[in-house]
């Protein structure tokens, strides 16, 4: 029992969601997290934004789309999340 905990804690990723900002570079998108975390001196909530560059192999994201990303090994010098799923998409009108 404990070898199976052991793996199913070392095959758990890390998974963010947040919405593309930007699909202008090939097989690439910037995906922007917003998080809320309580200020340490104010004890008020404060907003919190990350960008995140994670890899699109088909170019099927659009600027706007909510996606779900999730860690990696490193693709690029500044690219290791890849885009697990499409939770939301844009209307273009």
Known sequence: ?????????AKRQRTLVGKVV??????SVVVSVQTRVKHPVL????????????????NQY???D???????????????WTVVRLIEAVRII
């Not at 004890?43 to 088909?58: I, L, P, Q, S």
């Not at 996606?67 to 500044?78: D, N, Q």
């Open 66 to 80: 909510t996606v779900e990303i999730a860690e990696g090994r490193p693709i690029s010098k500044t690219k290791s």
């Open 62 to 64: 659009n600027e706007g």
């Open 1 to 9: 029992m404990t070898t199976e905990t052991q793996k199913d804690t």
């Open 22 to 27: 930007s699909n202008k570079m090939d097989k």
């Open 43 to 58: 004890g008020k909530f404060v907003n919190r934004t990350a960008k995140y560059k994670a890899h699109d192999e088909a």
